[in-house]
């Protein structure tokens, strides 16, 4: 996120002082910032999607009583997403103590150093201001994460400097105070080593930091924010129960609850290279889905949100290539390319032990009945029989990966006056060629998945519609 306004020009703390400048908490910060989003109508959650009603107002809620925060649930259903957007809670631009460790408030010095300094200044200690893309810091947890890396340890090159082992200044501060009146987020919290994740108590209860022996007291004012995977299925560790009760709360995200939601995230994190129409999105998203509800898929890991935007670049990409092959003049994603993701997304999904070596079976099953619900769904109302009767009449229509749109459109039958072509395109919001393609595959396969039609495939993934 970057600056939207410039930093303003107050640079020593009489100066901060005499423009009327007020200290207030991060909690209070974002608490404020918060309130008056939501009085002004203002979206605080941008990017967010199927959250509205059900995540959203338990985060608001414990945002608004300063809680810390854990968010559970599984992969890949845009927890990390959800930390990041909290630093726009935050005010544009704060004043720090310029040149201070840990970004201390001008009338609040924490650390010896800086208390010493604004002792000795005064009024002209110096002030410099600090974007709110600062003061958000993210960890992720890892088992060689050490307590030196969130808390602090003694910097051998302070005490080599002539410092006395018993110096406070002699401390390298670690990720946790260096975000004093910040944001701290620990992804994937449980895989801390449990000793790492007893270091944070203090911070977490007393807000201040133990290192090593040091007699050190640091009022931190800081917010801490983490996201885990259900400890059921978290076989690498686990919350320790005396951190797990210091949060003050813990939100349950989930993975889009409406079809419409599925195809929203798609839609907004898919970085597509061709045309992908909005039918081919939701049968990804129906896929998708089909894949969470499936007993054959281990549901304790989740069918995460990346499979879907994966999918949808991945057919992308199908048609990209094809385009490139045959010449033609726009690369438009059809139902023919489905299967490409299909091939290469199989190691995102964890099988049912009982299911091994199905699959392929598995998937394929899967993908046809989103298929046949997306066609069924988006042409009901629309009467194909004219066009299943000229294929009963002789007239067949090839289709695969090396066929163009343009050669599609050409094998279709002439159905007289009608416009059946016509009406699937306009249902289907069809305007290029290379869309009306797409649209017409559509049908096709609906038809033949609701057994009006037949579909013969050739060694060489041609099918041929008869």
């Not at 410039?6 to 608490?31: D, K």
């Not at 919350?239 to 609850?257: C, S, W």
């Not at 290539?321 to 999904?349: F, M, P, Q, Y």
């Not at 299911?355 to 099953?365: A, I, Q, Y």
């Amino acid at each position: 996120m970057s600056a939207s306004t410039t930093a303003p020009v107050i640079s020593t703390v009489g100066e901060l002082r005499a423009s009327g400048h007020e200290q207030v908490g991060v909690r209070e910060e974002i608490r404020r910032n918060l309130l008056s989003a939501l009085a002004e109508g203002r979206d605080p959650w941008p990017g967010i999607q199927g959250f509205a009603d059900t995540v959203i107002p338990q985060l608001e809620r414990a945002l608004l009583a300063g809680h810390d925060i854990v968010l559970l649930g599984e992969r890949g259903q845009g927890k990390t997403r959800v930390l990041r957007t909290l630093q726009g809670l935050l005010d544009e631009w704060t004043p720090v103590i310029a040149g201070s460790e840990l970004g201390e408030h001008p009338y609040d010095p924490i650390t010896p150093a800086s208390i010493r300094r604004a002792s000795e200044l005064g009024d002209q200690l110096p002030v410099s201001w600090r974007h709110r893309d600062q003061r958000y810091a993210e960890k992720l947890a890892t088992p060689d994460t050490s307590v030196g890396d969130l808390v602090g340890d003694i910097d051998p090159m302070k005490v080599a400097e002539g410092r006395s082992l018993g110096d406070p200044e002699t401390i390298h501060f670690g990720l946790i105070p260096r975000s004093h009146r910040g944001i701290v987020a620990i992804n994937e919290l449980p895989d801390l080593a449990e000793r790492i994740q007893v270091s944070m108590l203090n911070v977490m209860e007393e807000r201040d930091i133990q290192v090593r022996g040091y007699v050190l007291r640091l009022p931190l004012d800081v917010l801490v924010v983490a996201s885990a995977n259900p400890e059921d299925y978290t076989n690498r560790g686990r919350i320790i129960t005396p951190l797990k009760d210091r949060f003050g709360a813990q939100v349950r995200t989930h993975y889009p609850l409406t079809v419409e939601g599925e195809v929203a995230v798609i839609s907004q994190e898919a970085q597509l290279v061709a045309t992908v129409p909005d039918f081919i999105v939701e049968i990804l998203a129906r896929f998708t889905r089909g894949l969470r509800e499936s007993n054959a898929i281990d549901q304790r890991s989740g069918v995460s949100a990346r499979f879907a935007i994966a999918a949808a670049e991945t057919v992308a990409a199908a048609a990209l290539r094809r385009a490139s092959i045959r010449h033609e003049d726009e690369a438009v994603a059809r139902v023919v390319d489905l299967d490409t993701a299909s091939d290469v997304l199989t190691g995102k999904v964890e099988f049912e032990s009982g299911h091994e070596g199905r699959e392929e079976p598995v998937l394929e099953h899967l993908l046809r009945m989103a298929v046949a619900d997306t066609a069924r769904s988006r042409l009901r109302g629309i009467d194909l029989g004219l066009l299943v009767r000229s294929i009963e009449e002789g007239a067949e229509i090839s289709t695969g990966d090396d066929v163009t749109s343009a050669d599609l459109l050409a094998a279709l039958p002439v159905l007289g006056e009608s416009d059946l072509y016509d009406q699937i395109a306009e249902r289907l919001g069809a305007h290029t060629p290379g869309e009306r393609a797409s649209a017409v595959e559509l049908a096709l396969e609906g038809l033949y998945l609701a057994r009006k039609v037949s579909k013969d495939v050739d060694d060489d993934g041609r099918a041929t519609y008869r």
